[in-house]
């Protein structure tokens, strides 16, 4: 009997620190600063069995970009150019997008979906993110999917 595996995209800073602590000793493995798990789980402060029982669960949302396609919502005034200027930071990032939806601007204000193939991407969707949530006339940006 198969089980279904559920995923969450959770913020940081509500997970558990354990959870935080096995991401960032994968990460010294991957870039070399670590070369086994001893060494990684040391230098991250947790032990060998806490690593090995979250490793597989436990997945940094960066590295999840590769190769997928992640659909942004964004909250926009309703001026000129404020979109244009949004879809720049894609074109900046490397990202490819797919489709974009917007809807008709109601109390001066319009939501967006913009979806984008992110594996070419020159920077992290963290970098993305705050590059598109800081144009002026943004209100609201942040990942829907992905």
Do not use: W
Not at 64 to 73: L, P, Q
Not at 120 to 132: K, N, P, R, S, V
């Amino acid at each position: 009997m198969s089980r279904e595996i559920k995923y969450y995209l959770v913020a940081a800073e509500a997970l558990p620190e354990i959870f935080i602590k096995v991401a960032e000793a994968k990460r010294m493995m991957q870039t070399g600063e670590a070369v086994t798990v001893g060494e990684a789980t040391r230098m991250a402060g947790i032990s060998r069995s806490a690593f090995y029982k979250y490793k597989d669960s436990v997945q940094p949302f960066n590295d999840m970009k590769a190769e997928h396609i992640i659909t942004f919502y964004g909250m926009l005034k309703d001026n000129t150019g404020v979109l244009s200027r949004v879809l720049s930071v894609f074109a900046q990032s490397g990202a490819n997008i797919l489709t974009i939806n917007q809807s008709i601007p109601t109390n001066g204000c319009a939501a967006v979906t913009i979806s984008a193939e992110t594996s070419d991407m020159e920077e992290t969707l963290e970098a993305l993110i705050a590059q598109a949530a800081a144009v002026e006339g943004v209100i609201k940006f942040e990942v829907m999917a992905g």
